[in-house]
Each structure stands twice: as structure tokens, then as C-alpha cells.
């Protein structure tokens, strides 16, 4: 499947502090991407740079960042700087993800609104800013990395479940909007995977063990061949839709 | 005039198959509730008469006909003698199905009767209901078609072939058939139920009350007849191909625990 290679694309993943967002990076690395890490929190240089070397281990080139993901600024500065140093953008992955689970009537306006920036608000901001070199090349490739709290609820975690749904459905309108455009946006729906979103928590990561199909949960490089996939010639029609790698906890009543 | 005069179904005539018991009598009740003559079907006469009985002691008029869902002509002749007897349909309630032999097997142990009877149950007989209704509606003027799925439709279950297939493909049979008669002013939609086990208490012991429910309790029969009165009224009239789940929210969460609420509280910046 020669399609599926991705020699001489350039990829930016946001959230590589993330379990996903760096099996992902270094996923499209092996695929043959040269990849830029960068972390949404400045804090989290230290793991941007970590994810950057294993993507120079495997061969590719790759830049390390860590940026204020709610910052237009900075989203826009990083772009510019991975098209400087890398030479153009084919591939946007955002893992931007801040966990948050608390009852309603403990949920403060301004951790809603925190919420929702940094789980949403900092994806449309890394879509803008990367649309302007995909959008003068005529092609793009963009993933957006979402939970199954996309697509249903789950008690104490309003603000997240809400943001994350957001995420799924700006792709959906998006991928309308930017058909004709040479520009794909597709999301990634992942399953209960060990350290991430909500499953940080540990007393949920254990009942939920238990309770899904296959007993367990993802580890975060099995989210890897569906990215690879969206992001290569082999999902050239494939556009507005979401991808679910959930060990089949969807098809459960 | 009020909203609620538009739930008035005085004058309409109403089919229920499944009428004999559980949800199907009790939509046949709510329906008469509501004003509708109600034809009751199912197989066992005795079932079905009682359910008439309660119909007409609420005032409508009541047929009970006993009626084999799989068989093409039987169904056939339901719709036939409703509207000879009562003079028109208006109301078609595709209540009847349920577990078949079967039903509980894993793919390669199940037989091709079996595969045959609970698609004929649960699937053909909507099937030929609607073939055999749908001519009169359309000659009316309009009509109402009421499919019974189940939240196995929107999603499988363990070992759970026949009937998860059977209730899926009548959401989209549903679907097809508001495209396809949405200009002869009949509607069609589909009631989702959730748990409802009828007073089985093998059913519910598995349910173990409801607990895995979000509501925490199973469905009571009687709060299935809010939503058809409201599909079977002038209220529905702009809802067409569309579903109404009640499930205790069952649906809207099932990927976690029933019960798990984590605390995680935001990260400083």
C-alpha cells in the first residue's frame, strides 16, 4: 500500500504531551512525515522535545514547541515556524486535550469556559492558522482527535462532553466548507485509552476495564493506523467523518 | 384552541398490532385515551379480547382480531376488516415481535428457520402491514404509521443476531417509507423502548431491577402511550422518519458503568 506512505508530507500534531498525540507524531513519522511536536501548554517543552527526538530516531526531521494553544498568536507563530523550518504543512492532527469532571453545580463559569477554550477553541485556532499554507497549496489534511464523549455522555463531565462534541461537529461543517478546497478534515474517534481524557482518573480507568468489550482498555498507539490512514493519499475521498478505533465499546446498548 | 386539542384522535381509527399485552396494550389503551377506535391484533384471541374489553369501557369502538404477523395474508386481512368494519385507518401501531427461538445464539448455531422466524416476526410484518394500510391512507388523504423498534436497533447485544437486525432495518424501513409518503401526507415514525419487561421476573431479575439503567428502574408499560398519542396526533405532523427513545437514558450514556462519575478537577495552567 504505497498509498498509505507519507514520504515528504509535513505533519503538526498539538498535544504531543498526550499518550495519543505522541503515538501519533511518531506514527506518522514511521510513516515517513517529518513531524513538528508541539505541546499546548508551555510547561510542557520537556515532552515536546522528547516526542521530537523519537521522531528524529526513526529518521524524519522534526521541531519541538510548546505554546499557549488558546493563544491565536502563538498557534499562528508556531505554523509560520514549522513552514520555515520544515518547509510546508500538509497535516494537522489536533490532540489538544484538558481532562475535567466535576457536577454541574461545582462547575464555575470561568472552568467551563476554560474547558471549552482549550478542548475547543484551540483546535479552530490551529485550523486557522494552518489553513493558510493548506489553503494556498490547495491541500490539506487535517485529524481532529476526539473521545467517545463526542458522541455520548457521561455524568460530571458536562463542559468536556460538550467541548469534545463540538470538536466532532465543527468537522463535519468544515469538511463541507472546505470540500472544494483541497482540504480533508476527518476526526479520529478514540476509545477508553489508559492515561487519557477522562480515564486520567484511575478509580474510572479500573470500572472501566471491566466494562468494555474487549475488557481492557487502548493503549494509545493502537489510535495509530487510523491516523496514518486519514492522513495519506489512501483517504484522498474521505472527508467530514469520524473514524472509531473503540474496541467496539460503541456498538454496546 | 390549545396545543393539547391537537392531541384529540376523536374520529380516527387506530390498528395495534402485539395487542394482547406489555406495550402494545398500552398504547392501545392510551390511544383510546385519546379518543381513537382501536383495532386490537395479535395471536392470542384471549389476550386480544381483554385488551377490547378495556378499550371500549374507555368509550371507543374495539375489534380484537386475532392475527399471525408473519403471514402476509392475515395481515392483509386485518387492514381489510378494519376498514370494512370501521370504515377507515388512520392509525397503523407495528407493535408486534419479540425474542424468537434463536434469538439468543451465537451466529453459527443459529438455523435458517430460526434466522426466518424472527426476521418474519419482527421485520416482514411491518412489511405487510404497511403494504396493506398504506393504499388506504394515501386514498384518505394521510395517515400515521407508529414502527416499535427497540434501543437493539441503534446498537448489538452479545449473541443478539436476529433480533438486534430485525429492529435496525425497521428504523430505516422507516425512513424509507417518510421519503416515499411524505407527499401523501402520511408520517411515519419509530418508538425506541428501552427496558420494559412486562412484569417478567426472569427478564427484570437479569436487569436486576434496572440498576445498570441510568433512571435506575426499568420502563413501566403505561409511559409508552404519552409518545404515541403524540405520533399518532396533528401535533406530529411535521415529524417524519424520525424516532423517540424512551429509555431511561440508557442511550445517551453506555460507555462507562452505569454510575461513574469521576472527579478530575482542572489542571493549573
Known amino acids: 500500500m504505497q498509498e498509505l506512505r507519507l514520504d515528504g508530507k509535513v505533519a503538526l500534531v498539538m498535544g504531543v504531551e498526550n499518550g495519543i498525540g505522541r503515538a501519533l507524531a511518531v506514527a506518522l513519522a514511521e510513516a515517513g512525515a517529518d513531524v513538528a511536536c508541539c505541546a499546548t501548554r508551555p510547561s510542557q517543552e520537556v515532552a515536546a522535545h522528547s516526542c521530537a527526538n523519537e521522531v528524529w530516531a526513526v529518521g524524519r526531521r522534526s521541531l519541538a514547541a510548546a505554546v499557549r494553544a488558546t493563544s491565536p498568536q502563538e498557534v499562528e507563530a508556531l505554523v509560520e515556524r514549522v513552514v520555515a523550518e520544515l518547509g510546508r504543512l500538509d497535516i494537522l492532527v489536533n490532540a489538544h486535550d484538558l481532562p475535567f469532571a466535576l457536577p454541574l453545580e461545582e462547575t464555575g463559569p470561568e472552568q467551563f469556559r476554560r474547558v471549552l477554550a482549550e478542548n475547543l477553541e484551540a483546535v479552530y485556532l490551529a485550523i486557522r492558522a494552518a489553513s493558510r499554507p493548506m489553503l494556498a497549496q490547495g491541500k490539506g489534511r487535517i485529524i481532529n482527535v476526539v473521545p467517545l464523549l463526542a458522541e455520548r455522555g457521561l455524568a460530571n463531565a458536562t463542559a468536556y462532553c460538550a467541548a469534545k462534541a463540538g470538536v466532532l461537529n465543527l468537522t463535519r461543517a468544515l469538511a463541507l466548507e472546505w470540500a472544494r478546497r483541497g482540504i480533508a478534515i476527518n476526526a479520529l474517534g478514540c476509545g477508553w485509552t489508559e492515561g487519557e481524557g477522562l480515564a486520567s482518573d484511575p478509580e474510572a480507568q479500573a470500572a472501566l476495564g471491566r466494562y468494555l468489550p474487549y475488557r481492557r482498555l487502548a493503549q494509545p498507539r493502537e489510535m495509530a493506523g487510523a491516523a496514518v490512514y486519514l492522513a495519506s493519499e489512501a483517504a484522498d475521498f474521505v472527508t467530514g467523518q469520524v473514524i472509531w478505533v473503540d474496541g467496539g465499546a460503541l456498538s454496546h446498548i | ?269
Open chain 2, 1 to 269: 384552541m390549545g396545543v393539547l386539542d391537537g392531541l384529540s384522535l376523536q374520529g380516527k381509527v387506530a390498528v395495534v398490532t402485539g395487542a394482547g399485552r406489555g406495550l402494545g396494550r398500552a398504547m392501545a389503551l392510551a390511544l383510546a385515551r385519546a379518543g381513537a377506535d382501536v383495532v386490537c391484533a395479535a395471536r392470542s384471541q384471549e389476550q386480544i379480547e381483554e385488551t377490547a374489553r378495556l378499550v371500549r369501557e374507555l368509550g371507543p369502538r374495539s375489534l380484537a382480531l386475532p392475527t399471525d404477523v408473519t403471514d402476509p395474508h392475515q395481515c392483509t386481512n386485518l387492514i381489510e376488516t378494519t376498514v370494512r368494519e370501521l370504515g377507515r385507518i388512520d392509525i397503523l401501531v407495528n407493535n408486534a415481535g419479540g425474542a424468537t427461538p434463536g434469538s439468543d445464539k451465537p451466529v453459527e448455531e443459529i438455523k435458517d428457520e430460526e434466522w426466518r422466524l424472527g426476521i418474519d416476526t419482527n421485520l416482514s410484518s411491518v412489511f405487510y402491514c404497511c403494504r396493506a394500510a398504506i393504499p388506504h391512507m394515501v386514498r384518505q388523504g394521510g395517515g400515521k404509521i407508529i414502527n416499535v423498534s427497540s434501543g437493539y436497533g441503534l446498537r448489538g447485544g452479545r449473541n443478539n443476531f436476529i433480533y438486534c437486525s430485525a429492529k435496525a432495518a425497521i428504523i430505516n424501513f422507516t425512513r424509507s417509507l417518510a421519503l416515499t409518503y411524505a407527499r401523501y401526507n402520511i408520517q411515519a415514525n419509530c418508538i425506541v423502548p428501552g427496558f420494559f419487561p412486562h412484569e417478567n421476573p426472569e427478564v427484570l431479575q437479569y436487569l436486576r431491577g434496572g440498576q445498570f439503567i441510568p433512571m435506575g428502574r426499568v420502563g413501566r408499560d403505561e409511559e409508552i402511550g404519552p409518545a404515541c398519542i403524540f405520533l399518532a396526533s396533528s401535533l406530529s405532523d411535521h415529524m417524519n422518519g424520525g424516532i423517540i427513545v424512551l429509555d431511561g437514558g440508557g442511550l445517551a450514556g453506555g460507555q462507562a458503568p452505569t454510575g461513574l462519575a469521576p472527579r478530575i478537577p482542572l489542571r493549573e495552567e
